[in-house]
């Protein structure tokens, strides 16, 4: 189990379990306010699947109770999944959008990367897909950026990563690629 003894604020919380989501880990995040809530959220292959706040309160319900924590402490727990019936909810990334409200709301965004950086991301995904297609990887990125426009935020460097990794043509090797450019760019602070 890993996990953080030191309190973190809200805005660290939700970037530590946008991490979590990124790379794919699988398991339940605990987070324990500094007021005493407990808050579960549970990831599966990335995605969130479950919510909850305190025992009675799942799903859309928990998002704004979610919001109002100002810190607290956050384990993670590799394999260990919410057991009851788990409710509908929005993907995972408008569950992220939802939360990043609260940020700007306060303005306690983190600092977005800046746009070096995002071109960083975007030269370090042509030069990864090259392991895999060659040259062709170069033409395969321009065509994407043309197609949608610049690179301007994370998500657009990872919706970026979903739409050429097919390029690869074979679908285990796709995902493994996705999963570890992912890991590489924010191990290298590129996202």
């Avoid at 946008?18 to 500094?34: A, C, P, Q």
């Avoid at 992220?96 to 977005?112: N, V």
């Avoid at 746009?115 to 062709?136: Q, T």
Wanted: aromatic share 8%.
């Amino acid at each position: 189990m890993k996990s953080t003894t030191s309190l973190l604020a809200y805005p660290e919380l939700i970037a530590e379990i946008r991490r979590l989501s990124f790379e794919g880990e699988s398991g339940t995040v605990f987070i324990t306010s500094d007021d005493g809530h407990l808050v579960r959220f549970v990831l599966n292959e990335g995605r969130i699947t479950s919510l909850v706040f305190d025992t009675k309160h799942r799903g859309y319900d928990a998002i704004p109770l979610i919001q109002a924590i100002k810190s607290g402490r956050l384990q993670f727990a590799e394999g260990v999944f919410e057991t009851a019936c788990e409710l509908p909810l929005p993907d995972t990334e408008n569950i992220f959008q939802i939360f990043g409200e609260k940020w700007s709301a306060h303005a306690l965004a983190p600092a977005p990367s800046t746009s070096s950086n995002l071109g960083e991301a975007v030269e370090y995904l042509k030069k990864a897909l090259a392991n895999h297609i060659g040259p062709f990887s170069a033409i395969v990125c321009e065509e994407y950026i043309e197609k949608v426009g610049s690179v301007k935020t994370i998500d657009d460097v990872f919706a970026m990563i979903e739409a050429v990794a097919p390029e690869i043509g074979n679908p285990a090797q796709e995902q493994a690629f996705k999963e570890q450019l992912k890991k590489e760019m924010i191990k290298e602070g590129l996202i």
